[in-house]
């Protein structure tokens, strides 16, 4: 069987200019997949035509081996959840009733709220430490506060397949580590299948099972992190030099990038510039 998730033949863009071109990608079922790559390289496009908020100008996006853009809204919601880079909640609403919002995909117009919508917030508040907060007003929450309660509402819709694009947005490295532990074991013990966008590179290579790195567009590289992260492809990828060497708390490939020295020019020397006389 082919994997559920893929983009075939992919040409991306916004307005007038192209992002990528004959980009091809498979999602491995069950997996941890992490997009790494430079700032404007296509990372989060390419998500979002995965997710069907943008519409390839070529190719497709096929979800169980149907072109995603004939599908009806509500059956793909039900298959795929999305965290945006940005999202703009109504005014007014509080964590409790953004995070309910999550159900929507799973309710009739006239169907009572039910155990199973009750059951499944709860359990996405809690997951996301939220549960304190299901009385606030989500404009009145912190960046890393408001970047959680979304989290939660995704989570709530209860897919199979999740897509989150820079789900560490705002957070601090101990909420990261929160949030990419739930994201690991919503892959391990529930058997999710999950996409992020992530720009800490030995984050990435911690959690992922499989690694796509992106460069001007397009995949350079595809696999488990131990064949992605590897110094020769990350001078390719982010044109930097660096040692790669096992992480001592994982044994995980951990970057570690090499010293550069820089003159008052800003031009790349042997030392920094000294004070003058």
């Not at 390419?46 to 004939?70: E, N, W, Y």
């Not at 929160?178 to 996409?195: F, K, M, N, Q």
């Not at 595809?222 to 001592?248: H, K, W």
Request: charged share 25%; with cysteine; aromatic share 4%.
């Amino acid at each position: 069987m082919s994997d559920r998730l893929r983009g075939v033949d992919l040409t991306l863009g916004y307005d007038g200019r192209t992002v990528a071109e004959d980009l091809a990608i498979d999602i491995p079922d069950g997996s941890f997949t992490v997009i790494v790559g430079p700032n404007a390289c296509g990372k989060s496009t390419l998500l979002r035509s995965l997710a069907r908020v943008l519409k390839p100008r070529a190719g497709h996006v096929l979800l169980d081996g149907r072109d995603i853009a004939t599908r009806p809204a509500r059956e793909v919601a039900r298959t795929l959840g999305l965290l945006a880079q940005t999202a703009i909640a109504p005014d007014g609403i509080t964590v409790a009733d953004l995070v309910s919002r999550g159900r929507y995909p799973h309710r009739g117009p006239l169907s009572a709220w039910s155990d199973a919508d009750e059951r499944a917030v709860r359990w996405a508040m809690e997951a996301t430490a939220v549960t304190t907060l299901a009385g606030a007003f989500v404009d009145e929450l912190s960046g890393g506060q408001r970047q959680r309660v979304w989290i939660a509402m995704v989570l709530a819709q209860q897919t199979p397949l999740l897509l989150l694009d820079e789900p560490t947005t705002y957070l601090d490295i101990a909420h990261q580590l929160e949030i990419l532990d739930l994201c690991a074991r919503l892959h391990r013990e529930h058997g999710r299948t999950l996409v992020a966008v992530l720009h800490d590179l030995n984050l990435a290579a911690r959690y992922a099972t499989h690694l796509v790195a992106m460069r001007d567009g397009r995949v350079l590289a595809e696999g488990s992190p131990a064949e992605v992260v590897t110094e020769a492809m990350m001078e390719a990828v982010f044109a930097l030099p660096c040692r790669v060497i096992p992480d001592p708390e994982t044994g995980t490939a951990l970057v570690i990038p090499r010293r550069r020295l820089y003159s008052a020019a800003g031009v790349e020397g042997d030392e920094y510039p000294r004070t003058q006389p």
